[in-house]
């Protein structure tokens, strides 16, 4: 079994490790830090063009979500690893997190108002909805 950081860019991504590593001590269980790289953000980084169907090398393209996803990683105490995922967030995350047979996914949302909610959602709450393994949410 592992747990599972799934984390993004932004500065709540230590917060998710940081978490992941305190479930990781308290089971005895590696860490598992993935990111998953969208198609926009592979076309950000340039990685391929935006008329390109697939992208050139997928292997770059996972090299590249975990190096981000190393970003998140500071000063841990536990065994772990990064993933690089490609596709939809929720979906690699909670497919990656099944095919591990993950003791938990660990994922920080976003503060947003009720409207901001309803209207665009949120990644981690998506994962919450979808998982069939056990969510944290990390609070900011």
Known sequence: MTIVAAVDRSERASNVVDEAAALARAFDEPVHVVHALTRSEFLDLGITSAQAEEPKDMNEIREAASEMAAE???????????VGLVGGPVEEV???ADERDARYIVVSPR?????????????AQSILLNATT????TIE
Request: hydrophobic fraction near 35%.
């Open 111 to 123: 503060r947003r108002s009720k409207t901001g909610k309803v209207l665009f959602g949120s990644v």
């Open 94 to 96: 909670v497919r990656y």
């Open 72 to 82: 998140a990683v500071s000063d841990i105490d536990v065994p772990y690893e990064t």
């Open 134 to 137: 056990p969510v944290v949410s």
